[in-house]
Protein backbone atom coordinates (compact mmCIF):
# COMPACT_ATOMS: atom_id res chain seq x y z
CA UNK A 1 0.00 0.00 0.00
CA UNK A 2 1.25 4.00 -0.21
CA UNK A 3 0.14 5.74 2.94
CA UNK A 4 -1.74 8.71 1.80
CA UNK A 5 -1.06 11.71 1.21
CA UNK A 6 1.07 10.78 -1.60
CA UNK A 7 3.39 12.99 -3.77
CA UNK A 8 2.77 12.24 -6.87
CA UNK A 9 5.58 12.96 -9.98
CA UNK A 10 5.48 12.59 -13.52
CA UNK A 11 9.65 12.66 -14.44
CA UNK A 12 10.51 13.00 -18.22
CA UNK A 13 13.58 14.22 -19.86
CA UNK A 14 12.33 17.35 -20.33
CA UNK A 15 9.56 18.26 -17.69
CA UNK A 16 9.15 17.58 -14.09
CA UNK A 17 5.44 17.73 -12.79
CA UNK A 18 4.13 16.90 -9.54
CA UNK A 19 1.16 16.79 -7.65
CA UNK A 20 -0.46 15.67 -3.96
CA UNK A 21 -3.05 13.15 -3.69
CA UNK A 22 -4.60 13.79 -0.31
CA UNK A 23 -6.55 10.73 -0.48
CA UNK A 24 -8.66 7.86 -1.93
CA UNK A 25 -11.09 9.31 -4.43
CA UNK A 26 -9.89 13.10 -3.96
CA UNK A 27 -8.92 15.28 -6.95
CA UNK A 28 -4.88 15.25 -7.12
CA UNK A 29 -3.63 19.03 -6.05
CA UNK A 30 -1.04 19.68 -8.68
CA UNK A 31 2.13 21.44 -7.53
CA UNK A 32 4.62 24.03 -9.87
CA UNK A 33 5.80 21.82 -12.97
CA UNK A 34 9.75 22.56 -13.73
CA UNK A 35 11.94 21.73 -16.30
CA UNK A 36 14.27 19.31 -15.39
CA UNK A 37 17.23 21.43 -16.78
CA UNK A 38 16.34 23.80 -14.37
CA UNK A 39 17.33 21.87 -11.00
CA UNK A 40 20.75 20.17 -10.13
CA UNK A 41 18.20 16.87 -8.80
CA UNK A 42 14.98 15.47 -8.43
CA UNK A 43 15.15 16.22 -4.76
CA UNK A 44 15.92 19.98 -4.90
CA UNK A 45 12.85 20.28 -8.16
CA UNK A 46 10.73 18.53 -5.24
CA UNK A 47 11.54 20.51 -2.34
CA UNK A 48 10.90 23.73 -4.34
CA UNK A 49 7.58 21.98 -5.48
CA UNK A 50 6.46 21.24 -1.90
CA UNK A 51 7.77 24.56 -0.17
CA UNK A 52 4.98 26.64 -2.86
CA UNK A 53 3.16 25.16 -0.02
CA UNK A 54 -0.68 25.09 0.16
CA UNK A 55 -1.19 21.27 0.47
CA UNK A 56 -0.43 18.43 2.99
CA UNK A 57 3.04 17.30 3.39
CA UNK A 58 3.01 13.43 1.61
CA UNK A 59 3.51 10.49 3.89
CA UNK A 60 5.22 8.82 0.52
CA UNK A 61 5.76 9.34 -3.22
CA UNK A 62 4.70 7.49 -6.37
CA UNK A 63 7.31 8.40 -9.24
CA UNK A 64 7.06 7.72 -12.57
CA UNK A 65 10.48 8.21 -14.35
CA UNK A 66 11.38 8.37 -18.05
CA UNK A 67 14.00 5.44 -17.95
CA UNK A 68 14.41 1.38 -17.07
CA UNK A 69 13.58 1.09 -13.87
CA UNK A 70 15.56 -1.48 -12.45
CA UNK A 71 16.49 -0.68 -8.73
CA UNK A 72 15.54 2.33 -6.35
CA UNK A 73 18.52 4.31 -7.98
CA UNK A 74 18.11 5.07 -11.86
CA UNK A 75 19.38 7.56 -13.94
CA UNK A 76 17.23 9.61 -17.19
CA UNK A 77 17.54 8.12 -20.26
CA UNK A 78 17.42 11.43 -21.99
CA UNK A 79 18.54 13.89 -18.76
CA UNK A 80 21.18 14.85 -16.33
CA UNK A 81 19.80 13.59 -13.18
CA UNK A 82 19.51 10.49 -10.65
CA UNK A 83 16.14 9.63 -9.02
CA UNK A 84 17.52 8.07 -5.80
CA UNK A 85 14.21 6.93 -4.32
CA UNK A 86 16.10 6.42 -0.63
CA UNK A 87 17.35 10.27 -1.29
CA UNK A 88 13.51 11.06 -1.63
CA UNK A 89 12.38 9.35 1.21
CA UNK A 90 15.03 10.19 3.70
CA UNK A 91 14.92 14.09 3.04
CA UNK A 92 11.13 14.51 3.20
CA UNK A 93 10.64 11.56 5.67
CA UNK A 94 8.50 9.60 4.08
CA UNK A 95 7.39 5.82 4.73
CA UNK A 96 7.52 4.53 1.18
CA UNK A 97 8.75 5.96 -2.02
CA UNK A 98 7.85 3.63 -5.41
CA UNK A 99 9.53 4.30 -8.76
CA UNK A 100 7.91 3.19 -11.68
CA UNK A 101 8.91 3.22 -15.22
CA UNK A 102 6.75 6.24 -16.63
CA UNK A 103 4.50 4.56 -19.31
CA UNK A 104 3.32 2.16 -16.06
CA UNK A 105 0.98 5.22 -15.06
CA UNK A 106 0.16 5.74 -19.30
CA UNK A 107 -1.00 2.56 -19.47
CA UNK A 108 -3.27 2.65 -16.45
CA UNK A 109 -4.79 5.78 -17.81
CA UNK A 110 -6.47 3.86 -20.28
CA UNK A 111 -8.79 2.14 -17.52
CA UNK A 112 -9.76 6.10 -16.62
CA UNK A 113 -9.92 7.68 -20.29
CA UNK A 114 -13.23 9.13 -21.13
CA UNK A 115 -14.30 9.94 -25.03
CA UNK A 116 -13.90 13.47 -24.41
CA UNK A 117 -10.33 13.01 -23.73
CA UNK A 118 -9.41 11.12 -27.27
CA UNK A 119 -9.30 11.85 -30.69
CA UNK A 120 -10.09 9.14 -33.38
CA UNK A 121 -7.39 8.16 -36.08
CA UNK A 122 -8.87 6.92 -39.12
CA UNK A 123 -12.37 5.22 -39.81
CA UNK A 124 -14.95 4.06 -37.24
CA UNK A 125 -13.74 0.91 -35.78
CA UNK A 126 -15.66 -2.16 -36.88
CA UNK A 127 -18.73 -3.43 -34.13
CA UNK A 128 -16.15 -5.99 -32.69
CA UNK A 129 -13.42 -3.32 -32.24
CA UNK A 130 -15.09 -1.78 -28.60
CA UNK A 131 -12.70 -0.16 -26.58
CA UNK A 132 -12.49 -2.17 -23.10
CA UNK A 133 -12.13 -5.85 -24.96
CA UNK A 134 -8.75 -7.35 -25.24
CA UNK A 135 -5.07 -5.73 -25.04
CA UNK A 136 -4.57 -2.15 -25.04
CA UNK A 137 -1.47 -0.61 -25.91
CA UNK A 138 0.08 3.51 -25.58
CA UNK A 139 2.92 4.54 -27.34
CA UNK A 140 4.03 8.55 -27.00
CA UNK A 141 7.00 10.42 -28.83
CA UNK A 142 8.12 12.90 -26.78
CA UNK A 143 11.72 13.98 -25.76
CA UNK A 144 12.03 9.89 -26.09
CA UNK A 145 9.40 6.74 -27.14
CA UNK A 146 7.42 5.74 -24.45
CA UNK A 147 5.56 2.53 -24.94
CA UNK A 148 3.36 0.08 -22.34
CA UNK A 149 0.96 -2.51 -22.77
CA UNK A 150 -2.22 -3.22 -20.73
CA UNK A 151 -3.03 -6.78 -20.76
CA UNK A 152 -6.16 -8.02 -18.85
CA UNK A 153 -5.58 -10.53 -16.24
CA UNK A 154 -8.88 -11.68 -14.74
CA UNK A 155 -10.44 -8.66 -12.56
CA UNK A 156 -7.23 -6.61 -12.63
CA UNK A 157 -4.35 -5.87 -15.22
CA UNK A 158 -0.69 -5.91 -16.22
CA UNK A 159 0.89 -2.84 -16.89
CA UNK A 160 3.88 -3.87 -18.99
CA UNK A 161 6.06 -1.24 -19.28
CA UNK A 162 8.25 -1.35 -22.47
CA UNK A 163 11.83 -0.20 -23.95
CA UNK A 164 10.55 -1.01 -27.60
CA UNK A 165 11.42 2.40 -28.42
CA UNK A 166 15.15 1.10 -28.74
CA UNK A 167 14.43 -1.51 -31.09
CA UNK A 168 16.15 -0.99 -34.74
CA UNK A 169 13.95 0.83 -37.04
CA UNK A 170 14.12 0.16 -40.74
CA UNK A 171 13.06 1.55 -44.29
CA UNK A 172 10.70 -0.50 -45.75
CA UNK A 173 11.16 0.86 -49.55
CA UNK A 174 13.40 2.99 -52.05
CA UNK A 175 12.02 6.28 -50.85
CA UNK A 176 12.73 5.69 -47.44
CA UNK A 177 16.18 3.49 -47.98
CA UNK A 178 16.95 7.24 -49.54
CA UNK A 179 15.99 8.72 -46.79
CA UNK A 180 17.98 6.66 -44.26
CA UNK A 181 21.21 7.27 -46.14
CA UNK A 182 21.26 10.96 -44.87
CA UNK A 183 19.62 10.17 -41.22
CA UNK A 184 22.24 11.13 -38.18
CA UNK A 185 22.89 8.08 -36.56
CA UNK A 186 22.75 8.12 -32.85
CA UNK A 187 25.15 6.06 -31.18
CA UNK A 188 25.57 4.32 -34.41
CA UNK A 189 21.86 3.33 -34.33
CA UNK A 190 18.92 3.90 -36.16
CA UNK A 191 16.24 2.86 -33.52
CA UNK A 192 12.23 3.87 -33.03
CA UNK A 193 13.21 6.42 -30.84
CA UNK A 194 15.49 8.11 -33.19
CA UNK A 195 12.96 9.14 -35.86
CA UNK A 196 9.84 8.93 -33.47
CA UNK A 197 10.24 11.91 -30.64
CA UNK A 198 10.96 15.06 -30.31
CA UNK A 199 14.59 15.45 -31.82
CA UNK A 200 14.04 12.34 -34.29
CA UNK A 201 11.29 15.13 -35.67
CA UNK A 202 13.81 17.23 -36.78
CA UNK A 203 16.34 14.30 -37.96
CA UNK A 204 13.48 13.76 -40.80
CA UNK A 205 13.13 17.30 -41.08
CA UNK A 206 16.76 17.67 -42.17
CA UNK A 207 17.25 14.32 -43.73
CA UNK A 208 14.15 15.04 -46.23
CA UNK A 209 16.24 18.57 -46.48
CA UNK A 210 18.67 17.03 -48.12
CA UNK A 211 16.75 14.18 -49.83
CA UNK A 212 14.72 17.08 -51.83
CA UNK A 213 17.05 19.94 -52.27
CA UNK A 214 14.96 22.21 -50.10
CA UNK A 215 16.45 24.58 -47.31
CA UNK A 216 15.02 24.10 -44.09
CA UNK A 217 14.83 26.77 -41.74
CA UNK A 218 13.42 25.63 -38.96
CA UNK A 219 15.34 25.03 -35.79
CA UNK A 220 12.96 23.22 -33.30
CA UNK A 221 10.40 20.25 -32.95
CA UNK A 222 7.94 22.58 -32.31
CA UNK A 223 8.49 24.89 -35.07
CA UNK A 224 8.25 22.27 -37.48
CA UNK A 225 5.14 20.38 -35.93
CA UNK A 226 3.32 23.94 -36.15
CA UNK A 227 4.65 24.74 -39.61
CA UNK A 228 3.67 21.58 -40.91
CA UNK A 229 -0.09 21.31 -38.96
CA UNK A 230 -0.99 25.23 -40.11
CA UNK A 231 0.43 24.83 -43.54
CA UNK A 232 3.01 27.75 -43.56
CA UNK A 233 6.15 25.10 -44.86
CA UNK A 234 5.85 22.61 -47.52
CA UNK A 235 9.03 21.01 -46.01
CA UNK A 236 7.66 20.40 -42.40
CA UNK A 237 4.24 19.34 -43.99
CA UNK A 238 6.09 17.16 -45.52
CA UNK A 239 8.16 15.53 -42.76
CA UNK A 240 4.83 15.26 -40.84
CA UNK A 241 3.53 13.22 -43.12
CA UNK A 242 6.54 10.78 -43.43
CA UNK A 243 6.50 10.89 -39.28
CA UNK A 244 2.67 9.73 -39.41
CA UNK A 245 3.55 6.89 -41.65
CA UNK A 246 6.30 6.03 -39.68
CA UNK A 247 4.36 6.55 -36.49
CA UNK A 248 1.57 4.26 -37.93
CA UNK A 249 4.05 1.57 -39.37
CA UNK A 250 5.64 1.59 -35.88
CA UNK A 251 2.51 1.10 -33.73
CA UNK A 252 0.89 -1.54 -36.17
CA UNK A 253 3.82 -3.65 -35.61
CA UNK A 254 3.46 -2.93 -32.41
CA UNK A 255 -0.57 -4.38 -32.30
CA UNK A 256 0.63 -7.42 -33.45
CA UNK A 257 3.27 -7.90 -31.50
CA UNK A 258 1.08 -7.22 -28.05
CA UNK A 259 -2.14 -8.47 -29.93
CA UNK A 260 -3.73 -5.27 -29.18
CA UNK A 261 -6.99 -5.40 -29.94
CA UNK A 262 -8.55 -3.47 -27.53
CA UNK A 263 -6.96 -0.54 -29.07
CA UNK A 264 -3.66 1.58 -29.52
CA UNK A 265 -3.35 4.83 -28.01
CA UNK A 266 -1.25 8.14 -29.20
CA UNK A 267 -0.18 10.06 -26.07
CA UNK A 268 3.01 12.31 -25.02
CA UNK A 269 3.73 16.25 -25.54
CA UNK A 270 3.16 16.32 -29.31
CA UNK A 271 0.50 13.95 -29.93
CA UNK A 272 -2.01 16.92 -29.40
CA UNK A 273 -0.13 19.41 -31.73
CA UNK A 274 -0.09 16.79 -34.55
CA UNK A 275 -3.00 15.35 -34.14
CA UNK A 276 -4.55 16.59 -37.49
CA UNK A 277 -1.50 15.08 -39.37
CA UNK A 278 -1.93 11.71 -37.99
CA UNK A 279 -5.59 11.78 -39.25
CA UNK A 280 -4.86 12.82 -42.38
CA UNK A 281 -4.04 9.49 -43.63
CA UNK A 282 -0.27 8.20 -43.70
CA UNK A 283 -0.56 7.28 -39.93
CA UNK A 284 -3.64 4.32 -40.56
CA UNK A 285 -2.02 3.39 -43.70
CA UNK A 286 1.19 2.34 -42.09
CA UNK A 287 -0.34 1.23 -39.51
CA UNK A 288 -3.05 -1.29 -41.61
CA UNK A 289 -0.07 -2.55 -44.17
CA UNK A 290 0.49 -6.03 -41.93
CA UNK A 291 -0.30 -8.69 -44.71
CA UNK A 292 -1.37 -11.12 -43.68
CA UNK A 293 -3.32 -9.24 -41.38
CA UNK A 294 -4.52 -6.69 -43.27
CA UNK A 295 -8.18 -7.22 -42.05
CA UNK A 296 -7.35 -7.70 -38.26
CA UNK A 297 -5.15 -4.66 -38.38
CA UNK A 298 -8.72 -2.38 -39.64
CA UNK A 299 -10.67 -3.22 -37.30
CA UNK A 300 -8.37 -1.84 -34.51
CA UNK A 301 -9.15 1.15 -33.39
CA UNK A 302 -6.67 4.00 -32.92
CA UNK A 303 -6.68 7.43 -30.78
CA UNK A 304 -4.68 10.09 -29.27
CA UNK A 305 -4.89 11.12 -25.78
CA UNK A 306 -5.83 15.04 -25.84
CA UNK A 307 -5.75 14.78 -22.12
CA UNK A 308 -2.64 17.32 -21.20
CA UNK A 309 -1.54 15.08 -18.39
CA UNK A 310 -2.89 11.66 -18.59
CA UNK A 311 0.21 10.10 -16.83
CA UNK A 312 -1.38 11.80 -13.19
CA UNK A 313 -4.31 9.88 -13.94
CA UNK A 314 -2.59 7.36 -14.11
CA UNK A 315 -0.90 7.83 -10.63
CA UNK A 316 -3.77 8.77 -9.04
CA UNK A 317 -5.43 5.02 -10.32
CA UNK A 318 -2.64 3.11 -8.81
CA UNK A 319 -2.37 4.97 -5.57
CA UNK A 320 -6.42 4.93 -4.99
CA UNK A 321 -6.89 1.20 -5.82
CA UNK A 322 -3.31 -0.93 -6.35
CA UNK A 323 -4.39 -4.04 -5.77
CA UNK A 324 -5.67 -3.79 -9.35
CA UNK A 325 -2.55 -3.16 -10.88
CA UNK A 326 0.25 -5.65 -11.71
CA UNK A 327 3.04 -4.01 -12.66
CA UNK A 328 6.96 -3.76 -11.80
CA UNK A 329 8.41 -1.63 -9.36
CA UNK A 330 11.32 -0.52 -7.24
CA UNK A 331 10.04 0.61 -3.70
CA UNK A 332 11.92 1.78 -1.03
CA UNK A 333 11.00 1.62 3.14
CA UNK A 334 13.00 3.01 6.10
CA UNK A 335 15.39 0.69 7.56
Sequence with gaps: MIPFPVLLGDIGGTNARFAILAGNGEPARPLPSTLTAEHASPVEAIGCALAAGGAPSPRSALIAVATRVDGTRVRLTNAHWT????????????????????????????????????????????????????????????????????????????????????????????????????????????????????????????????????????????????????????????????????????????????????????????????????????FREGFEDKAPYAELMRRIPTEVIMQPAPAFAGLMAIASAPERFLYAQAAWEPA
Excluded: C
Design 83 to 282: VDAAEIGGRFGLSRVVLVNDYVPMAASLTMLRDADLARLGPEPAPDAVRGAGAKLVLGPGTGLGVAALLPFGDRVVLQATEAGHVEFGPSDAREAALWAQLERVGGRVTAETLLSGPGLMRLYRALSRTSGRGGALRTPEAVALAGVSGREDLAGDTLAVFARLLGRFAGDLALVFGATGGVFISGGMAPTIADSLKAGP
